[in-house]
T-cell receptor
């Protein structure tokens, strides 16, 4: 069993919809990261969080340390949001463990 | 302030050749991490380096793979005698410190294809 599980694996939405991507992990962590990867592209860090909630534009990330669960929300989704969203967790040091990613497709 | 630079972006090698992947960290960053992304799989940690030192290479295959981060110049990931299974995207990331408190910034990746 992977230490980091994401759901769903694939998600298709219509432009304007509210989107939620989930991440569950089985190990103790110090920080959780949400990353974005466009097809054939590089990786961009969206959020790093260890508690509570962070917001950046239309993106919101939340984490519940007790339940070992995080969610990434996208409000008013747009086709340019189409990408793979990756959850990664880090322990007390530098090592990151990654989920397999969620492929999001937003149709116009 | 330039981000993490990787080159080449795409690299094609025949089986048995050597592949050299380069990573220049962000300005002010002295910690470099290499990750591999195999098709249909998540990113996996390979190696963590500081200037002139390999700190953790627990994710590196035991043979044919090596990494360095010299005092001057970029970090190099070297794959000798490449095989088809080495085809993947290789990403490097850099940070100011190895502590979890410091965010890692990723480069655009090098996509290696072995024919």
């Amino acid at each position: 069993k992977n230490e980091v599980e994401q759901s769903p694996q694939n998600l298709t939405a219509q432009e304007g919809e509210f989107i939620t991507i989930n991440c569950s992990y089985s190990v103790g962590i110090s920080a959780l990261h949400w990353l974005q990867q466009h097809p054939g592209g590089g990786i961009v860090s969206l959020f790093m969080l260890s508690s509570g909630k962070k917001k950046h534009g239309r993106l919101i990330a939340t984490i519940n340390i007790q339940e070992k669960h995080s969610s990434l929300h996208i409000t008013a989704s747009h086709p340019r949001d189409s990408a793979v969203y990756i959850c990664a967790v880090g322990g007390s040091n530098y090592k990151l463990t990654f989920g397999k990613g969620t492929l999001l497709t937003v149709n116009p | 302030n330039a981000g993490v630079m990787q080159n080449p972006r795409h690299l094609v090698r025949r089986r048995g050749q050597e592949a050299r992947l380069r990573c220049s960290p962000m300005k002010g960053h002295s910690h470099v991490y290499w990750y591999r992304q195999l098709p249909e799989e998540g990113l996996k940690f390979m190696v963590y380096l500081q200037k002139e030192n390999i700190i953790d290479e627990s994710g590196m295959p035991k043979e044919r793979f090596s990494a360095e981060f010299p005092k001057e110049g970029p970090s190099i990931l070297r794959i000798q005698q490449v095989v088809r299974g080495d085809s993947a995207a290789y990403f490097c990331a850099s940070s100011r410190s190895g502590s979890f408190l410091y965010e890692q910034y990723f480069g655009p990746g090098t996509r290696l294809t072995v024919t």
